[in-house]
């Protein structure tokens, strides 16, 4: 949305919201809204003529993202038959009993189902100010700007992605 407000103001603002389910899940942990994501923003800004030749614009902006990680499957192309023999003996419970332990699915890799830990996710915020005050002179301009934008980011990403918790994190 835009436009004038006053004869010598104009504004501008813009909001957005997106969001999307899950779309894939782990057999092994349960996992069920891998690739969910939610993400909102807004931005504004404002126009004003202060006049003799001079403008001052203002604008703001906010953002968020929080998102469950994408899916990560296995093509089955890229799997030896030893790897998985390792694997299944690595992570055997019962080392020695002669069954192999839980096995990646590397069955098909475009089906959204995984059997390895999921535990991804991220949240991520950020907003800014900023103020352009301009003085325009016969033969050049005069510009100020000052701005502020503060980020956080917190994102937490499985290290290995395999039906076991080999590396916990906290």
């Given at each position: 949305v835009?436009?004038?407000?006053?004869?010598?103001?104009?504004?501008?603002l813009?909001?957005?919201?997106?969001?999307?389910?899950?779309?894939a899940r782990s057999s092994f942990d349960g996992a069920d809204n891998i690739g969910a994501y939610e993400d909102d923003s807004i931005r504004?800004?404002?126009?004003v003529d202060i006049g003799e030749r001079l403008e001052l614009t203002l604008r703001a902006d906010w953002k968020r993202i929080e998102n469950n990680g994408t899916i990560i499957e296995v093509l089955p192309d890229s799997v030896l038959p030893?790897?998985?023999?390792?694997?299944?003996?690595?992570?055997?419970?019962n080392q020695g009993d002669g069954q192999p332990g839980p096995l990646p699915d590397v069955s098909n890799a475009f089906d959204y189902r995984v059997h390895q830990k999921h535990d991804d996710h991220a949240q991520d915020s950020?907003?800014?100010?900023s103020a352009e005050l301009v003085w325009a002179g016969d033969n050049f301009d005069v510009k100020?700007?000052?701005?502020?934008?503060?980020?956080?980011?917190?994102?937490?990403?499985?290290?290995?992605?395999?039906?076991?918790?080999?590396?916990?994190?906290n």
């Open positions: 835009n436009g004038s407000l006053h004869d010598r103001v104009a504004g501008r813009s909001v957005q919201h997106a969001e999307r389910g899950g779309v504004g800004s404002l126009l030893e790897y998985l023999d390792r694997i299944g003996f690595i992570l055997d419970p950020q907003g800014g100010l100020s700007i000052t701005a502020i934008r503060d980020w956080d980011n917190q994102t937490h990403e499985d290290l290995v992605r395999l039906p076991a918790d080999i590396l916990q994190r």
